[in-house]
T-cell receptor, first 113, second 114 residues
Framework: SQQGEEDPQALSIQEGENATMNCSYK?????LQWYRQNSGRGLVHLIL?????REKHSGRLRVTLDTSKKSSSLLITASRAADTASYFC?????????????FGRGTQLTVWP | NAGVTQTPKFQVLKTGQSMTLQCAQD?????MSWYRQDPGMGLRLIHY???????DQGEVPNGYNVSRSTTEDFPLRLLSAAPSQTSVYFC?????????????FGPGTRLTVL
């Protein structure tokens, strides 16, 4: 399976601290995406980074991609209690049909006030 | 726009019953997909569609059927429910280029099979 794997499985920090989550995958990809899921809700897209990109920013989010190591990281700076959620990486195979997006098992982030 | 809507939000079935989970989007997206989410397993792709009349299997298609007669709707049918199909089901859509683009998710349907 192409499924990505997030690390750590759970992360607990104080408000104002930075949170870093990692994702590793197995095969060549077209892109890697990060999603957030609040408890009992659907997933919300955060960032998409393509295989020819190394870093992307969106507000307090910074995503890096290292295709040589088949890994990505999501950094949330100056975290807030509202950032408490599960975070998933998802990968789309290079050269596959357009339909297949593979999700990891997620990192549960808890931000304490 | 309502985005991606799913009905029902909750459903309890008995083993062997059949039912259809509804998914609709009003964004004129070509690509739609169904995932199931189980504790500790992340999301797994069941079926997907790259346009009206075109569907294909994902990672875990057994026990499920889909059809895509319109751009807006993508129902998921459980033919004969089994306890192993107890899960939360999410529908998603994307404007084009399928998995090469961001996905818009519905709120989910929580299904329990007794």
């Amino acid at each position: 399976s192409q499924q990505g794997e997030e690390d750590p499985q759970a992360l607990s920090i104080q408000e104002g601290e930075n949170a870093t989550m990692n994702c590793s995958y197995k095969t060549s990809i077209n892109n890697l995406q990060w999603y957030r899921q609040n408890s009992g809700r659907g997933l919300v897209h955060l960032i998409l980074i393509r295989s020819n990109e190394r870093e992307k920013h969106s507000g307090r989010l910074r995503v890096t991609l290292d295709t040589s190591k088949k890994s990505s990281s999501l950094l949330i700076t100056a975290s807030r209690a509202a950032d408490t959620a599960s975070y998933f990486c998802a990968t789309a195979d290079r050269g596959s049909t357009l339909g297949r997006l593979y999700f990891g098992r997620g990192t549960q982030l808890t931000v304490w006030p | 726009n309502a985005g991606v809507t799913q009905t029902p939000k909750f459903q309890v079935l008995k083993t062997g019953q059949s039912m259809t989970l509804q998914c609709a989007q009003d964004m004129n997206h070509e690509y739609m997909s169904w995932y199931r989410q189980d504790p500790g397993m992340g999301l797994r792709l069941i079926h997907y569609s790259v346009g009206a009349g075109i569907t294909d299997q994902g990672e875990v298609p057994n026990g499920y059927n889909v059809s895509r007669s319109t751009t807006e709707d993508f129902p998921l049918r459980l033919l004969s429910a089994a306890p192993s199909q107890t899960s939360v089901y999410f529908c998603a859509s994307s404007p084009d280029r399928g998995a090469y683009n961001e996905q818009f998710f519905g709120p989910g349907t929580r299904l329990t099979v007794l």
